[in-house]
């Protein structure tokens, strides 16, 4: 497999809003294929930031792909009416701001809002997905128009209440049935809430578009630690013919606003260098998918 390996930015910040140019520059040194950055910044930037950034990657090798959270604001799948409309109309600018640079991943929790847990109402959890799917049918086309592939991250229970599995996101796909609506399936939050991350990758299929990689304390791929099945995880995306990304995600360091979000309450990075170490998991996850043949 030679599928392209990436990271994302926030693994080194304390914070989601940050200059990206300086991350372009190590992350292509560390030997990674891809950057993934905050879309929201992206949707802020004016169209020149944009294109300053979509040439500074291109110049350097690398791929650019795009994660967010919604906020909550924006609640896709909101009992109000006018939070849901700013929500469709806050994707579609993130939509028209990803496809201004060419298209690509735009992921996340990107059907509802991050984090939610279920509201206290008289409205069923399949109230809620059937107000999503609205919500993101309404921006289905524009992604296709705009070369822009939506995967919705199947996150665990404890930070998203809609889907868990990925048989839950399959169906969802199902019912927005659009081919540019795909699943974002990460190891993290498979270990929590799938009975093997085989079998989710195998359910998901067709239908997945993009993979986020952390071990189970979202520690990188091949630090030593923690209980990820990599071999495993490669021999699923093989037997599927997954040719999508593969994007590093781990958080090792308290502190601002992403250490906050993420619930990253001990410092994981105590005897590590960062940089080391995200240059051996991108080594050790290359070599894993290249054993997989």
């Known amino acids: 497999m030679n599928n392209k390996v990436g990271i994302y930015y926030a693994y080194w910040t304390h914070e ?27 949707g802020r930037m004016s169209k020149e930031e944009r294109k300053r950034l979509l040439d500074h990657a291109s110049a350097r090798g ?19 009416s006018e939070i849901r409309g700013k929500g469709s109309d806050f994707l579609l600018n993130l939509i028209y701001a990803v ?22 109402s008289n409205l069923t959890r399949q109230d809620y997905l059937d107000l999503s799917l609205e919500s993101v049918r309404k921006v289905a086309k524009a992604a296709e128009d705009h070369n822009v592939v939506l995967c919705m991250e ?29 699943l974002l399936l990460d190891t993290f939050h498979m270990n929590i809430e799938e009975d093997s991350i085989s079998s989710a990758v195998e359910t998901a299929g067709s239908f997945l578009g993009h993979v986020h990689l952390g071990e189970n304390h979202r520690m990188p791929p091949g630090c030593g630690h923690g209980h990820i099945n990599w071999n495993e995880l490669a021999s699923a995306l093989k037997k599927t013919g997954f040719k999508g990304s593969l994007v590093m995600e781990p958080f090792l360091v308290p502190g601002g606003q992403v250490g906050k979000d993420i619930k990253i309450w001990r410092d994981q990075s105590v005897g590590y260098d960062l940089d080391t170490e995200a240059r051996k998991a991108c080594a050790f996850m290359k070599k894993t998918l290249e054993a997989a043949g």
């Open 62 to 80: 690398l791929e650019l792909t795009y994660c967010i959270g919604i906020p909550k604001e924006y609640d896709l799948a909101s009992e109000n």
């Open 99 to 120: 496809g201004e640079m060419g298209g690509g991943d735009l992921s996340g929790i990107l059907y509802g809002t991050w984090p939610a847990t279920m509201p206290e």
């Open 16 to 42: 989601w809003d940050v200059d990206f140019h300086p991350f372009v520059d190590k992350v292509a040194d560390l030997g990674f294929d891809v950057l993934e950055v905050n879309g929201g910044t992206v």
């Open 154 to 182: 199947i996150v665990n229970r404890f930070e998203q209440f809609l889907m868990n599995t990925a048989a839950e996101g399959v169906e969802y796909c199902k019912e927005i049935n659009s081919p540019n609506v795909k």
